[in-house]
């Protein structure tokens, strides 16, 4: 084990005054800690590419702030997301990948070695970039809202519908998430209000027919959520606040929030192609972006399925590419 635990880095040291600015040149550098940025580092550190990872400002990602996953394969029981985040780290580490604490603020993506700085001061030069940085949901930010989020609200239908399977619950949100969100617990829920602020939903046709077509889906246009209820046990309702300013009560157990994700791509931007809401181009089938030696997986490059499962596979799809690269005479 001791051989896994040697990284083969070469490290400088640079004394400016009082400030000690260190640099470090690794074969493979994976910035970010979800599922994607994990098994990318599993499929790194077994290829021999001997992996340094940093796990960005929430490790483990956003599957540490929902509690029970039912849908990742091999956990015929569940885990928690903060268990299975650890899970992947463990086997990371099993095989020598060098996992740290730290954020990557700046890179410089013009030639190779390529550089990134972590925490603005330590330069790591890398032979590939693999970007597994994710994306944020974006919330209300309803005070409300972040007293329950876990035991009542939630970001993703899939991951948290099912325990509130026969219960009426709300999405808020009139895009194809949204409606795509409201679709798949009509499946599951008795009944589903979709909460849409203005008079129209912003949807595709063809998600927007799915939702009216469904009787147990109810669409309340020019519906603000003003506060969540709820007590110890969870939510048990939302005041909505209708266009003319008068409030209504809807009584639900599950809020589910769906207006939108923010990729987290912004420090990538001035080197790698992303699309017009910020999330990176990757070429069709591969991880591989605009930029020789840079490879992009899980949510950063992915705004249709957003799954732990999905991130992992494409996590292991940059560590091959990467490995492919790096041995290419
Ligand atoms: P969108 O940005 O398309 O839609 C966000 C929705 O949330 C809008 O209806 C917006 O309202 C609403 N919203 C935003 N902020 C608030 C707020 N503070 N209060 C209330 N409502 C709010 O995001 P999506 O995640 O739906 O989609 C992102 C991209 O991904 C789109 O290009 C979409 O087409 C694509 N996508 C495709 C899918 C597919 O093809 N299967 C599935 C899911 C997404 P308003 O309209 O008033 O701005």
Redesign the pocket.
């Known amino acids: 084990m001791e051989f896994f635990k040697q990284m083969s880095v070469s490290t400088k040291t640079e004394s400016t005054g009082n400030i000690q600015n260190s640099s470090e040149h690794v074969k493979c550098l994976i910035i970010g800690s979800g599922p994607a940025g994990y098994t990318a580092a599993i499929y790194a550190s077994r290829a021999n590419l001997k992996p340094l990872l940093y796990e960005g400002l929430e490790p483990g990602g956003q599957l540490t702030t929902t509690t029970e996953v039912d849908n990742f394969p091999g956990y015929p029981e569940g885990i928690t997301g903060p268990a299975m985040m650890e899970d992947l780290k463990k086997q990371a580490e099993r095989f020598g990948a060098d996992i740290r604490f730290g954020i990557a603020t700046k890179v410089d993506f013009n030639k190779l070695p390529h550089k990134v700085w972590i925490d603005d001061d330590k330069l790591i030069e890398a032979d590939a970039v693999i970007i597994a940085t994710g994306a944020t949901a974006k919330y209300?930010g309803l005070e409300s809202e972040e007293k329950f989020k876990g035991s009542g609200v939630s970001a993703c239908a899939t991951c948290d519908g099912f325990f509130y399977k026969g219960q009426d619950v709300a999405v808020?949100?009139?895009?194809?998430?949204?409606c795509?969100e409201a679709s798949y617990l009509a499946g599951i829920c008795k009944k589903v209000y979709l909460i849409?602020?203005?008079d129209f939903l912003?949807a595709?046709k063809a998600m927007q027919e799915r939702v009216y077509k469904t009787k147990n889906i109810e669409v309340l246009f020019q519906h603000?959520p003003k506060e969540i209820i709820g007590d110890t046990s969870g939510v048990n309702g939302v005041i909505l606040t209708k266009a003319k300013g008068e409030n209504v009560t809807i009584l639900i157990t599950g809020f589910f929030v769906?207006?939108?994700?923010q990729p987290n791509s912004d420090i990538f931007k001035p080197f790698i192609e992303t699309d017009e809401?910020g999330y990176i181009k990757t070429i069709p089938g591969c991880s591989k972006t605009n930029i020789e030696g840079v490879f992009a997986c899980g949510d950063v490059q992915d705004?249709?399925y957003r799954q732990a499962i999905t991130a992992a596979g494409s996590g292991c799809i940059a560590a091959i590419d990467a490995e492919r690269y790096l041995s290419e005479p």
């Open positions: 209300l808020v949100g009139g895009g194809d998430t949204a795509e849409v602020r203005k912003r595709s603000t769906a207006i939108g994700h809401t705004k249709h």
